[in-house]
């Protein structure tokens, strides 16, 4: 069992930056960014493997968000840069307990293989 807390998001004016955590209460294998819009399915923004080798992006982010992770603080940083208004959304990071060598892109961007997840951070992009 884990429990995860995101933070960091807020209002910010397009073309700005704004960096979200994701505090685990314990240990974490993969960990996977993704995010919501009212009506919308939950889609992957980034996700990275245990050992932080492994990053994966949307297309729609590559380039401007970079994640992160520190281990001995149990945390994972998503970097946002450059925003665009199209990424307002309600984000929210997801952990994976069970595979601790899971570095596929396929793997890490499928939100079916996160069992843990953060209760979100709204992020909200204004013109």
């Known amino acids: 069992q884990v429990q995860l807390v995101e933070s960091g998001g807020g209002l910010v004016q397009a073309g700005g930056s704004l960096r979200l955590s994701c505090a685990a209460s314990?240990?974490?294998?993969?960990v996977g960014w993704f995010r919501q819009v009212p009506g919308n399915e939950r889609e992957f923004v980034a996700a990275?493997?245990?050992?932080?080798?492994?990053?994966y992006y949307a297309d729609h982010v590559k380039g401007r968000f970079t994640c992160s992770r520190d281990n001995n603080a149990n945390t994972v940083t998503l970097q946002m840069n450059s925003l665009k208004l199209e990424d307002t959304a309600v984000y929210y990071c997801?952990?994976?307990?069970?595979?601790?060598?899971?570095?596929?892109?396929?793997?890490?961007?499928?939100?079916?293989?996160?069992?843990?997840w953060g209760q979100g951070t709204q992020v909200t992009v204004s013109s």
């Open positions: 990275i493997s245990w050992s932080g080798a492994y990053k």
């Open positions: 314990g240990r974490t294998f993969a």
């Open positions: 997801a952990a994976d307990l069970s595979s601790p060598t899971a570095r596929s892109r396929d793997y890490l961007s499928d939100s079916r293989k996160y069992g843990y």
